[in-house]
């Protein structure tokens, strides 16, 4: 009775901890908090701006937009912390604005890390979570939550392939019997594509622009492979030989020219995987197919590509930006049953 009490009072969370989004969602309530991973604060002093206000969707705003006083911060890179502190600092700013945690308990939390982190690493979100207000903390590899989040039968005895592009990560992994047979993760992903935007522009336009530009760019017209109807946007950057601010007319055959490399490295990452596959897997793959998750989803023509590449079906998660945070809450509302699979912090090294 105790127990149900508690879990009304201070419900368990789950946190996709991303390097572009930070995604908070609640046993039973779902996704509640998708905010920013950035945080703003004071030079010199590291002191949170505005008492811990300046967190989230506020800070990312200043990027790039800050006076000399004023300096905003992404504490993740990569996938991993880049800044204990700040990311400390983020992580309560979050847990308070979900509303959790009050009447001095501690929900238990399951957060979502890259499969490539180190066990240093682990432990820097082990103790990130903890100052920040969390009680026991769990850890599940990205990939496993995005397949749980996507609805992948992972537990059955059949090959199910998860590829989630995140901000700073992609995790490829194939699935049978509850457990990841093959996987691989790599740091190419969105932000990769951004600066892969901001290089080409810069070499072909003589244009220089801001990763929140090439960000916006890539949404509106990037494509992944060739469009019935090919797209155009007015991108505003600085002219690299005049030194001073011009516009310029991009095509998405132009955008889609940029992103091929990194999109390049994230399919051979597939193909790895699938080496990695026994053959009785690989048939299953056939079938089954590559389920994509993650921001890098959702640009124009990826379900497109990857099927022609990888030559077995692609489909794309209905809210792939949700995928790894439903995963995570999946396994709340399961707990004992998906708890041996999970890295509880008295396993961290």
């Known amino acids: ?26 046993q039973g309530e779902g996704v ?17 701006l505005g ?16 006076p000399e006083s004023i300096i905003a911060v992404r504490p993740m890179k990569d996938g991993v912390i880049t800044d204990f502190e700040l990311c400390e600092a983020m992580l309560r700013y979050f847990l308070r604005k979900a509303g959790r945690g009050r009447f001095g308990l501690k ?6 890390v890259p499969g490539s982190i180190t066990p240093v690493e682990k432990r820097a979100v082990f103790n990130s979570a903890e100052r920040a207000g969390a009680g026991r903390v769990y850890l599940i590899e990205e990939s496993k939550a995005a397949g749980i989040g996507a609805g992948l039968p992972i537990s059955e005895p059949l090959a199910s392939m998860v590829c989630d592009i995140g901000g700073g990560t992609t995790d490829v992994a194939v699935f049978s019997l509850g457990e990841i047979v093959a996987a691989q993760s790599i740091r190419v992903a969105g932000d990769e594509l951004d600066e892969a935007v901001c290089d080409y522009l810069r070499q072909r336009f003589s244009l220089r622009i801001g990763l929140q530009m090439a960000e916006q760019v890539k949404i509106e017209i990037g494509s992944a492979a060739p469009l019935e109807t ?71 023509g990826m379900d497109e590509l990857f099927r022609e590449q990888l030559g077995i079906p692609v489909q794309i998660d209905d809210d792939p930006l949700t995928s790894v945070a439903r995963g995570t809450a999946v396994c709340l509302e399961h707990l004992e049953q998906w708890r ?9 090294t």
Do not use: Y
């Open 230 to 300: 090919e797209l155009a946007a007015e991108v505003r950057g600085l002219d690299t030989v005049s030194g001073i601010p011009r516009k310029a007319m991009v095509t998405s055959e132009e955008i889609r020219e940029a992103l091929a490399t990194p999109l390049s490295a994230i399919i051979q990452c597939c193909k790895t995987v699938i080496e990695r596959c026994d053959p009785e897997l690989v048939s299953d793959l056939a079938d089954t197919g590559l389920m994509l998750t993650g921001g890098g989803a959702l640009i124009r």
């Open 340 to 348: 041996d699979s999970l890295e509880g912090d008295d396993a961290a």
């Open 32 to 48: 509640v908090l998708d905010e920013p991973s950035v945080v703003a604060l004071e030079k010199g002093s590291r002191q949170v």
């Open 51 to 66: 008492r811990g206000a300046a967190v989230g969707k506020l800070a990312r705003q200043m990027l790039g937009r800050t």
């Open 1 to 26: 009775m105790f127990h149900l009490f508690r879990s009304w009072l201070c419900p368990d969370l789950g946190i996709d901890l991303g390097t572009a989004n930070t995604l908070v969602a609640v």
């Open 107 to 112: 929900p238990r939390v399951v957060i979502a």
